[in-house]
């Protein structure tokens, strides 16, 4: 029982450097003590609602830690190999990295074209609940410009998303927004264009790991490459205002 708790509780911080909560951690290590496995008994033995244990299972999957197969008329739960989480690990560290280089590279490139004041702010963001912040602060805009070329299949990403767009299109904020013509994206297009709201389609082969968000004095990158969120808003106007000239012109391009 002491070695378990003390297993619990070193997993527990591992999995909040994952920005995954201590309920997850203890999931993954019910289904790893106990092999194939149902999400009644894991429900059970870690006293988590079901329906909560629906949502940290499809997290779980998400990053390759749970895998769920038939077993007769149910379907069962597997832990995947723990040297996965050193892999996500890695993957994180690799993409706080790759979003600090880019910081640094982008500074410079727009440093020629405007005269960053001292008031400048650079502000970072991890974790998928980190990220809801940046959406949220645009809700506060009266037009945003956005480059959505990524593919997200996290179920509870798609979900905030979608009420992400209805709050935008019930507060009237103009939008000009691209995304990539897949299927999920003409969707979205269908759902969400309105005379505010303007949607159009790029090609796939534009698709990327990073969306593009500008509002205000404010440009916006989001990454969700390998389902780890990382994301970065510069906070300058005369940058924001160089960042808007360059959006016009490619939205021209694309609407010819």
Request: charged share 30%; aromatic share 10%.
């Amino acid at each position: 029982m002491i070695i378990k708790q003390k297993l619990t509780s070193e997993l527990e911080e591992i999995f909040q450097n994952l920005n995954l909560d201590d309920k997850s951690a203890r999931f993954y290590l019910d289904c790893l003590i106990n092999g194939k496995t149902t999400i009644n008994r894991v429900s059970k033995n870690i006293d988590v609602a079901r329906s909560t244990c629906y949502l940290i299972l499809e997290k779980l999957k998400a990053l390759g830690l749970i895998i769920e197969t038939p077993f007769g008329k149910k379907r069962s739960l597997l832990a995947q190999d723990p040297n996965n989480l050193i892999n996500l690990l890695k993957v994180k560290k690799e993409n706080s990295e790759k979003a600090y280089d880019l910081v640094q590279q982008i500074l410079p490139e727009l440093s020629p074209y405007s005269k960053v004041s001292v008031g400048t702010k650079v502000r970072f963001y991890e974790g998928f609940e980190s990220i809801k912040q940046i959406y949220n602060e645009s809700l506060e805009a009266e037009s945003i410009c956005v480059f959505c070329l990524t593919q997200n299949s996290n179920i509870e990403f798609k979900k905030f998303i979608e009420n992400y767009m209805n709050r935008l299109i019930k507060k009237g904020i103009k939008t000009c927004e691209v995304v990539t013509d897949y299927e999920s994206d003409i969707e979205y297009k269908n759902k969400f264009t309105t005379n505010l709201n303007k949607i159009i389609c790029v090609p796939r082969d534009f698709c990327a790991d990073t969306d593009y968000m500008l509002w205000d004095n404010k440009v916006a990158f989001i990454s969700f490459k390998d389902q780890i969120y990382t994301g970065i808003i510069i906070e300058d106007q005369e940058i924001a205002n160089f960042e808007k000239k360059r959006f016009d012109l490619l939205w021209k391009l694309f609407t010819r």
